[in-house]
Protein backbone atom coordinates (compact mmCIF):
# COMPACT_ATOMS: atom_id res chain seq x y z
CA UNK A 1 0.00 0.00 0.00
CA UNK A 2 2.64 2.09 0.88
CA UNK A 3 4.63 1.64 -2.20
CA UNK A 4 1.43 2.29 -4.63
CA UNK A 5 1.06 5.56 -2.50
CA UNK A 6 4.71 6.10 -3.16
CA UNK A 7 4.03 5.89 -6.57
CA UNK A 8 1.05 8.06 -7.35
CA UNK A 9 2.42 10.86 -5.37
CA UNK A 10 5.72 10.51 -7.61
CA UNK A 11 3.95 10.06 -10.74
CA UNK A 12 1.66 13.73 -9.96
CA UNK A 13 5.22 15.35 -8.71
CA UNK A 14 6.31 14.62 -12.43
CA UNK A 15 3.38 15.42 -13.83
CA UNK A 16 3.07 18.96 -12.25
CA UNK A 17 7.28 19.60 -12.89
CA UNK A 18 6.49 19.02 -16.54
CA UNK A 19 2.85 21.27 -16.42
CA UNK A 20 4.97 24.42 -15.28
CA UNK A 21 7.58 24.17 -18.31
CA UNK A 22 6.43 26.43 -21.02
CA UNK A 23 5.80 24.70 -24.11
CA UNK A 24 8.60 25.92 -26.68
CA UNK A 25 7.56 25.65 -30.28
CA UNK A 26 10.60 25.74 -33.08
CA UNK A 27 9.91 26.68 -36.08
CA UNK A 28 12.27 27.41 -38.63
CA UNK A 29 11.84 30.07 -41.19
CA UNK A 30 11.43 29.31 -44.79
CA UNK A 31 14.29 30.80 -45.55
CA UNK A 32 16.66 28.66 -44.12
CA UNK A 33 14.70 25.43 -45.35
CA UNK A 34 14.80 26.76 -48.94
CA UNK A 35 18.71 26.76 -49.08
CA UNK A 36 18.83 22.77 -47.45
CA UNK A 37 16.37 21.65 -49.64
CA UNK A 38 18.24 23.10 -52.88
CA UNK A 39 21.95 21.95 -51.95
CA UNK A 40 20.20 18.64 -51.14
CA UNK A 41 18.58 18.65 -54.78
CA UNK A 42 21.88 20.01 -56.07
CA UNK A 43 23.72 17.12 -54.32
CA UNK A 44 21.36 14.73 -56.04
CA UNK A 45 22.21 16.04 -59.40
CA UNK A 46 25.83 15.81 -58.85
CA UNK A 47 25.72 12.06 -57.50
CA UNK A 48 23.12 10.94 -60.23
CA UNK A 49 25.05 13.11 -63.10
CA UNK A 50 28.35 10.89 -60.87
CA UNK A 51 26.63 7.66 -61.45
CA UNK A 52 25.65 8.37 -64.97
CA UNK A 53 29.18 8.98 -66.16
CA UNK A 54 30.34 5.67 -63.95
CA UNK A 55 27.98 3.70 -65.70
CA UNK A 56 28.96 4.95 -68.70
CA UNK A 57 33.01 4.32 -68.36
CA UNK A 58 32.20 0.73 -66.92
CA UNK A 59 30.71 0.01 -70.57
CA UNK A 60 33.42 1.26 -72.09
CA UNK A 61 36.01 -0.14 -69.52
CA UNK A 62 33.70 -3.81 -70.12
CA UNK A 63 34.13 -3.49 -74.10
CA UNK A 64 37.53 -2.80 -74.03
CA UNK A 65 38.06 -6.02 -71.80
CA UNK A 66 35.77 -7.98 -74.68
CA UNK A 67 37.86 -6.97 -77.28
CA UNK A 68 41.37 -7.66 -75.56
CA UNK A 69 39.49 -10.89 -74.19
CA UNK A 70 39.36 -11.77 -78.07
CA UNK A 71 42.30 -10.57 -79.21
CA UNK A 72 44.36 -12.69 -76.52
CA UNK A 73 42.26 -15.45 -77.48
CA UNK A 74 43.01 -15.25 -80.98
CA UNK A 75 47.24 -14.82 -80.05
CA UNK A 76 46.84 -18.22 -78.11
CA UNK A 77 45.22 -20.21 -80.98
CA UNK A 78 47.79 -18.72 -83.08
CA UNK A 79 50.77 -19.55 -80.59
CA UNK A 80 48.92 -23.71 -80.14
CA UNK A 81 49.30 -23.92 -83.75
CA UNK A 82 52.68 -22.57 -84.07
CA UNK A 83 53.56 -24.95 -81.17
CA UNK A 84 52.02 -27.97 -82.98
CA UNK A 85 53.89 -27.18 -86.16
CA UNK A 86 57.04 -26.41 -84.41
CA UNK A 87 56.65 -30.16 -82.75
CA UNK A 88 55.62 -31.44 -86.29
CA UNK A 89 59.42 -30.20 -87.55
CA UNK A 90 60.77 -31.57 -84.30
CA UNK A 91 59.63 -34.85 -84.76
CA UNK A 92 59.86 -34.64 -88.77
CA UNK A 93 63.73 -33.85 -87.34
CA UNK A 94 64.00 -36.33 -85.56
CA UNK A 95 62.84 -39.02 -87.94
CA UNK A 96 65.34 -37.69 -90.52
CA UNK A 97 68.13 -37.37 -87.64
CA UNK A 98 67.34 -41.33 -87.13
CA UNK A 99 67.11 -42.11 -90.97
CA UNK A 100 70.55 -41.18 -91.01
CA UNK A 101 71.81 -42.63 -88.22
CA UNK A 102 70.42 -45.67 -89.42
CA UNK A 103 72.14 -45.39 -93.10
CA UNK A 104 75.24 -44.83 -91.45
CA UNK A 105 75.46 -47.06 -89.43
CA UNK A 106 74.88 -49.32 -92.21
CA UNK A 107 77.10 -48.10 -94.38
CA UNK A 108 80.13 -48.47 -91.77
CA UNK A 109 78.83 -52.32 -91.40
CA UNK A 110 79.38 -52.45 -95.08
CA UNK A 111 82.53 -50.84 -95.31
CA UNK A 112 83.85 -53.43 -92.12
CA UNK A 113 82.54 -56.43 -94.15
CA UNK A 114 84.09 -55.24 -97.24
CA UNK A 115 87.16 -54.74 -95.09
CA UNK A 116 87.03 -58.35 -93.76
CA UNK A 117 86.69 -60.12 -96.94
CA UNK A 118 89.78 -58.44 -98.45
CA UNK A 119 91.79 -59.29 -95.37
CA UNK A 120 90.17 -62.64 -96.17
CA UNK A 121 91.54 -62.92 -99.30
CA UNK A 122 94.39 -62.35 -98.79
Known sequence: MKKIFFLIILSLAVVL???QEPVRVTTQPKSTID???TRLK????????LYALYQKQMKAVEKT?????????????DLE?????????????M?????A????????????DTAQSVIRKI
Do not use: C
Open 65 to 77: MSEMKLKLQSAMK
Open 17 to 19: VHA
Open 81 to 93: SKDKLGNFEIQDL
Open 35 to 37: PVD
Open 42 to 49: KTKQEINQ
Open 101 to 112: ETQSSSVQKMLY
Open 95 to 99: SRYNQ
